[in-house]
Structure formats: C-alpha cells, structure tokens
C-alpha cells in the first residue's frame, strides 16, 4: 500500500463515486454518465477549485490542510472513522506507545488468564490484521465449523462454512473489510493488514471489490445470529474492547442476549462442549 499520495487519491476517488448528485442536493440532468459526483461538483461543495481538487485525486497535491481535508470530509457526508481515516492520510498521530507494540503477536499473561479462566462466554483477541492471537474454548466451539480460526478475515472470505454460519454473510464480509481498513488509521503503514489483503485479494472478488470502496468502520458493538451446524441458532450480543497496553490488538466479547424467545447460547455451546469432551 503507497502513502499518503496514492492511498489518498484512491480514496477520494472512491469515495466521491459512492455519492450521488440527489445526495448532496444537486440536479443529476439528463444523460449523465459520470458515476457519483463530478470532480467540480465535490470541488465546489467542498469550497475548492476544481483544479486543486483534481491534483489531490490525481496524488500531484500531498499535503492539503486540515481544513482542506475536514471541509472534504462534509461534501463527501464521511463519518467520524472515514474522516478520522482519510486525516490520517495525510497527518498521521503520532503513537505514545512503544515501537514493539506495533508488532506484538502474542497477549499478555493477564489476558490469556482471562481468556482461559475469567470467561464462559466465547472471546478472543485479535490483531489490526484480524489475525487471532488467542482464543478460549467456547468460541472454538462456536467456530467448530470452520477449518481454521487463525484470522477472521480468513475465515469469512476463504472458508465455506461462512456462509451457512453466517445469517447475513454479504453484511459481515462489509464489517470485516470496514474493520480492517478502520485499523489503518492508527497504523497506516502496518505489514499485517496489507499481508491479509493481499492474500485474500487473490482468493476472493468479493473481497477485492469491497476493499476497493475505502469503507471505514470499525467493529464495536452490535446483536448477532449465528446458524452452528450441531448448536443451532446463537443470538449472541458482540463487544469489541480495546486491550490497554497492547492498542493494536481487540479482545471480542460474545454474550448471550437476553432474552426468552430463544435458547442461551452460551448454554447451547456448553452442552456442545461437554457432548465433545466426552466423544
């Protein structure tokens, strides 16, 4: 992945396609063939001249301010992550922590403990590369349909159990790839996300295509129904929580929903256990 120059145009381009006329309030007119805005119409929603514009999208301008990049921003109709990840871009925060923690591939003693002893539910750890780097027993059982859970990214695009395991699989390979690229914003050059894109860039289309969009957001909370093969359905309430002193890597959180329209999953996963241990 280049930066910030040819990362930057990309994303403005992809960005400025994704936006419709009618979005912004404009007229699309009669035999339009442009896809989304045109660079004079992002240019003049954004309070620029369409040729500083246009050396931005063509990577001839790097450095464009703040104020350039916020005021983008708001033509674009970006979200906090999508405009925090295309400010990045440009000006990256520095990070506070040590270099090490960029490449740590392992957890903490305290977190395994947590992961081991602390936890029913099913959790995990993972890197900014959506690589897993622990894992305790019922999030094996949840995932016991798949082959491998050494990455999530992996999983979902490369694995064909995903799309039974998976309710609404077209919607979670979005969050995945959003998750990833959000990861970049803090790490903008890290060697774990362009590894994983580029092996399942040659793997997957869909995959591809949806990096291509620049989709920013990361993963945080949400309520999720899983198909387990031997276990049924989970309704399982999903947390991502920041580890303290290791800030590229995410603890994911799986607990039961609360709820008496259907079975506790955390219950289901426990008898699949016990059926397994004593097999």
């Known amino acids: 992945m280049a930066y910030p120059s040819a990362e930057l145009s990309s994303f403005l381009r992809a960005r400025r396609e994704a936006v419709t006329p009618r979005d912004v309030g404009l007229v699309p007119g009669d035999g339009r063939r442009v896809r989304g805005l045109r660079r004079e119409e992002l240019a003049l929603l954004a309070g620029l001249s369409t040729d500083y514009y246009r050396r931005l999208e063509q990577g001839?301008?790097?450095?464009?301010?703040?104020?350039?990049?916020?005021?983008?921003?708001?033509?674009?109709?970006?979200?906090?992550?999508?405009t925090a990840y295309l400010v990045s871009l440009v000006h990256p925060v520095p990070l506070t922590t040590p270099a090490h923690a960029t490449t740590v591939s392992t957890v903490s003693r305290g977190?395994?403990?947590?992961?081991?002893?602390?936890?029913?539910?099913?959790?995990?750890?993972?890197?900014?590369?959506?690589?897993?780097?622990?894992?305790?027993?019922?999030?094996?059982?949840?995932?016991?349909?798949f082959g491998d859970t050494d990455n999530v990214a992996r999983m979902v695009f490369c694995d064909p159990a995903a799309?039974?395991?998976?309710?609404?699989?077209?919607?979670?390979?979005?969050?995945?790839?959003?998750?990833l690229r959000s990861g970049l914003t803090r790490f903008p050059t890290d060697d774990r996300v362009a590894e994983v894109v580029e092996e399942i860039s040659a793997h997957s289309a869909v995959f591809a295509d949806l990096w291509a969009t620049h989709h920013v957001r990361p993963r945080t909370s949400e309520d999720k129904v899983f198909?387990?093969?031997?276990?049924?359905?989970?309704?399982?309430?999903?947390?991502?929580?920041?580890?303290?002193?290791?800030?590229?890597?995410?603890?994911?959180?799986?607990?039961?929903?609360?709820?008496?329209?259907?079975p506790d999953a955390v219950d289901q996963l426990e008898s699949l256990m016990t059926v397994a241990a004593a097999t």
Do not use: K
Request: glycine share 4%.
């Open 60 to 82: 001839r301008e790097q450095r464009p301010s703040l104020q350039v990049l916020r005021a983008l921003a708001r033509a674009l109709r970006l979200d906090a992550h999508a």
């Open 111 to 145: 977190v395994q403990t947590l992961l081991d002893d602390g936890m029913r539910v099913p959790a995990y750890v993972v890197d900014i590369g959506m690589n897993i780097l622990a894992i305790n027993a019922p999030a094996r059982a949840m995932y016991s349909a």
């Open 163 to 179: 799309h039974d395991f998976y309710t609404h699989w077209h919607q979670v390979a979005a969050q995945v790839v959003g998750n």
């Open 227 to 262: 198909r387990h093969p031997q276990a049924g359905e989970l309704h399982l309430h999903f947390e991502a929580l920041e580890v303290a002193d290791a800030p590229d890597q995410r603890l994911f959180i799986y607990c039961p929903v609360e709820s008496g329209s259907h």
